[in-house]
């Protein structure tokens, strides 16, 4: 609830983005929203029962990840409205990079139907912002981007609800408060 309830908000914020107050408002509920999901995911995983390939595989992972997000936000430098809204900007990125990484950890450790859902959901919110950034800074196909990022999006929180009704072991169960 408190996820949906920050990310919401942000989305709703976004329509008043060209004012500096509301762009580091809406970008600030944004990494709140994934701090949410970042603490919900923590608690569930475990670095035990993972091989050396699979943490280098992971390692390899979060580092290209990390370098392409990084080239991804200093394109929009410029086009930030101030060094706070930039620097949320930064966080946000770093939160989805990090609950990525998370998320395929929690799969790997339960490996379940209800943990693949919950994965897509997060991968298919990573494309919607990532797009969403596409379209709003009309990087490439601003119109074609938007309606993907959108569609991405109905996709992902669909997926979230889903795995929300999914019966799961008592371990494998995320804080539900957190949803």
Do not use: Q
Request: proline letters at 1%.
């Amino acid at each position: 609830m408190v996820f949906l309830a920050f990310y919401g908000t942000s989305s709703v914020l976004t329509m008043w983005y060209e004012n500096n107050l509301m762009a580091t408002l809406s970008m600030g509920l944004n990494v709140l929203s994934f701090i949410v999901l970042i603490r919900a995911l923590l608690p569930k995983i475990s670095f035990i029962k993972i091989n050396s390939f699979l943490i280098i595989s992971f390692a390899v992972m979060i580092l290209i990840n990390g370098f392409l997000s990084y080239h991804f936000i200093t394109m929009f430098k410029g086009m930030t409205l101030s060094n706070t809204h930039f620097a949320f900007v930064i966080l946000n990125t770093l939160g989805i990079v990090l609950v990525s990484f998370l998320g395929l950890l929690y799969n790997h450790k339960y490996s379940t139907k209800s943990s693949i859902i919950f994965v897509g959901f997060i991968l298919l919110l990573l494309f919607s912002e990532v797009f969403r950034g596409i379209a709003y800074y009309e990087m490439a196909y601003g119109d074609y981007s938007a309606h993907i990022a959108r569609g991405l999006l109905i996709l992902s929180m669909a997926l979230l609800m889903h795995y929300s009704f999914l019966k799961k072991k008592d371990d494998e169960l995320l804080n539900s408060h957190f949803f």
